[in-house]
């Protein structure tokens, strides 16, 4: 199986992945960033390097799907293909740094490669307020993140809802995490693991609320 988990910069990806992979057995895979060769002139000259940077990260995320694909056991991702293209290359255009044709360009090569792997057998999206996510970052300390506009967070979060209820067609589970802490609280991650189960194995009933 193929699991994702998204969410906006703050959500808690990272670790619900590890947590998760760990109750489960799964083999977590996240997206390396130390090895990018567009990175350092990306952060010179956005305008001039978004295009290139964009393609890298969706040949790499194409990588990981075909992959994941011929994997005999169970994979669950920190971000998928899907999530960096509606939100975050779809942020970049939005904010100038992608023209029109750049765009049209990279998104013909995104909707080919799609025809050739399958949606993820279950995405869990962790929906949070701005709020959140902003004492989450705080919280965590990485000192480039200390700087993220809130503008820049509330576009996301608004890319995010566009994203898995308008555009995406796969299965989705929706945790709302704002009142969670499901890596201190027991309760909490217990909570998550029942909707999974539910979702994956119909080990219990469909609870009402779920997305």
Do not use: C
Request: no cysteine; hydrophobic share 35%; proline share 4%.
């Amino acid at each position: 199986m193929h699991i994702a988990i998204a969410g906006n910069i703050g959500s808690g990806k990272t670790t619900l992945t590890n947590m998760l992979a760990r109750h489960y057995g799964w083999e977590a895979r996240f997206e390396p960033v130390e090895d990018n060769p567009y990175l350092e002139d990306y952060y010179k000259d956005i305008p001039r390097w978004s295009f290139n940077l964009e393609v890298y990260f969706l040949k790499q995320r194409f990588r990981d799907l075909l992959d994941i694909a011929h994997a005999d056991h169970t994979i669950i991702q920190d971000r998928s293909i899907y999530e960096g293209v509606y939100v975050f290359t779809a942020n970049n255009r939005a904010m100038g740094n992608l023209s029109d044709r750049d765009f049209e360009t990279y998104m013909e090569l995104f909707e080919q490669m799609t025809e050739i792997v399958r949606y993820p057998d279950l995405m869990i999206y962790l929906r949070a307020s701005v709020p959140h996510l902003v004492q989450n970052i705080q919280k965590r300390g990485r000192d480039y993140e200390q700087t993220i506009p809130i503008d820049y967070l509330s576009g996301l979060n608004s890319l995010y809802e566009e994203f898995i209820y308008q555009k995406y067609k796969g299965r989705v589970l929706t945790v709302e995490v704002d009142d969670l802490d499901y890596q201190h609280r027991p309760s909490d991650f217990a909570t998550i693991i029942d909707r999974i189960d539910s979702r994956l194995f119909n080990l219990f009933p469909e609870i009402p609320f779920d997305s």
